[in-house]
């Protein structure tokens, strides 16, 4: 996992749509809460997806932007977007390309850990969480890193 203070890598990838999603666009218009969930529809990451979708107004008081990252290809992602009214972008990884760059490993070889960054308008990751069944405290942490770089 990357440590706060790194510099978030800068990437392009697909959204459910198949539109390029530029990373580095989005943390310049305000901070992002980026991520990374190994399966769109499986239960954990469904009930992580959809904390983030209860606490999105929440987020957006703090001027976060929320964007998720798996290895589906861009048709599960827009399934999976519909399917939970999700309102924020999905990106597909399937080549791993954004997993790499960020240390998203790959937990006994088959499943990708659960990680969620802060990452500020000049680029540099605020805040890392990691935690492989804990859905919701994923937004808990990102809300705790937001709130402390707000009243800063």
């Not at 198949?18 to 980026?34: C, E, H, Q």
């Not at 990106?91 to 850990?113: I, M, N, T």
């Amino acid at each position: 996992m990357l440590k706060p203070g790194t510099p978030a890598p800068v990437l392009t990838l697909p959204d459910q749509e198949g539109r390029p999603f530029d990373l580095a666009t989005a943390w310049s218009k305000g901070p992002i809460v980026l991520f990374f969930y190994p399966k769109a529809n499986s239960a954990v990451c469904t009930k992580e997806a959809c904390a983030f979708r209860d606490a999105f107004a929440d987020l957006r008081t703090l001027q976060a932007s929320v964007i998720g990252i798996s290895r589906d290809t861009c048709d599960a992602q827009r399934e999976f977007a519909t399917q939970w009214g999700l309102p924020f972008p999905l990106l597909s990884d399937v080549p791993g390309e954004a997993h790499r760059a960020y240390d998203v490993q790959r937990l006994l070889g088959l499943v990708s850990e659960r990680i969620t960054y802060v990452i500020g308008n000049d680029g540099l990751i605020k805040g890392a969480y990691s935690g492989l069944l804990g859905s919701d405290r994923h937004v808990r942490e990102a809300l705790d890193v937001l709130r402390r770089q707000s009243s800063l």
